[in-house]
């Protein structure tokens, strides 16, 4: 094909053809460039297909990833849900009949309220070796990229009432030391002793009620409670809604 082309050319200038060797200089020149447009063109289809098939495989991962966040999430919310009811229990029945007879009660609504850390863990993994390697820029949704990118500032402030719900928890717990109050017996009471620690029920009884019937006890009890509200209320229902959020717009990207 070249060969032929050449020939072309040399024929006009021998024929001192200057006028139709320009217009065929000029076509060979449209011919080259339409070439280079063509095989940019097709290097930028493959490029492109490359690329959007590693944001797949991304999607994909994210959408598995997420879908697991969200139900850590929502059985934290339960589990934190179940500890500041149990609270407001105590306090309804101390208030109702706070006699020694209603102890074993208190105990089991007191394991129930303060046995259990609260504390979020998503599954990060595909994220941060997303934002590690400079993956994230792959997303080419520039919603669903913001909202992955500010993904963990998010988390922090979460952490950070988590850590102040944590210490609320401490002080109910710090006042059987500082009681002496007994944690034996609220382990006989609710069946801990025996049943995870494998210990027998103690014959000597210690009562607990007049901590339980403090006005220390009541005000780190109120403010347990407001605090658990305040957790689930003012951030992990943020936090829920900006998980579906960005799921729903990851399973929008993915390919059916």
Known sequence: MIKFFRRIR????????????????????????????????????????????????????????????????????????????????????????????LEETLSQLGYNSFAYEIAYYPNNAVLNEMISSGSLRDISNDDLRIHLASWSSFLESIKIQEQDLRLEREKIRDMFRRNNASIRTVFDQTGISNKIMGIEKSDVFYSNMEMFRSREFENNILTFIITSISVEGEHYMPLLEKIKTIRSLIDFEVDS
């Open 10 to 101: 040399y024929n006009l200038i021998e024929k001192n053809k200057a006028g139709q060797y320009l217009k065929y200089a000029i076509g060979e020149i449209i011919l080259v460039v339409i070439g280079i447009l063509i095989a940019l063109s097709i290097n930028n289809y493959n490029e492109d297909r490359i690329l959007r098939k590693k944001e797949q495989t991304y999607l994909k991962s994210l959408q598995s990833e997420f879908l697991v966040s969200q139900k850590k999430l929502e059985t934290l919310m339960e589990v934190n849900r179940k500890n500041y009811e149990a609270a407001k229990k105590i306090l309804s029945v101390i208030d109702k009949n706070p006699s020694s007879d």
